[in-house]
């Protein structure tokens, strides 16, 4: 079975930075993009990264641009969001996703369980 596991979330203060981690197991993606979405208590998922598999063509959410960078590890079939700079609205539990190409949640194929991310003001 394809599981995707999310680490790294957690509480920080805002203009700090965090790191999160999604691991892929249960196959190997290889060119398959990579992504990150994320969910506000009472607001839908909404689109934040993603990654083509090798590593090129990165695209983000304006909302995140200049501050939020994506990257992959091929060989541990991971996927990381680098997060600097962050406020107040960055509060959500992010989700990573594979299998898919853009940036609708409805095109993705595999989700893991979420993890929180709280930024303090």
């Known amino acids: 079975q394809v599981q995707l596991v999310e680490s790294g979330g957690g509480l920080v203060q805002a203009g700090g930075s965090l790191r999160l981690s999604c691991a892929a197991s249960?196959?190997?993606?290889?060119?398959?993009?990579m992504a990150w979405f994320r969910q506000a208590p009472g607001k839908e998922r909404e689109f934040v990264s993603v990654?083509?598999?090798?590593?090129?063509?990165?695209n983000y959410a304006d909302s995140v641009k200049g501050r939020f960078t994506i990257s992959r590890d091929s060989a541990k079939n991971t996927v990381y969001l680098q997060m600097n700079s962050l406020n107040p609205e960055d509060t959500a539990v992010y989700y990573c996703?594979?299998?898919?190409?853009?940036?609708?949640?409805?095109?993705?194929?595999?989700w893991g369980q979420g993890t929180q991310v709280t930024v303090a003001s």
């Open positions: 996703a594979a299998g898919g190409w853009g940036t609708l949640v409805s095109e993705y194929a595999y």
């Open positions: 990654i083509l598999w090798s590593g090129v063509l990165p």
């Open positions: 249960g196959r190997t993606f290889g060119n398959d993009n």
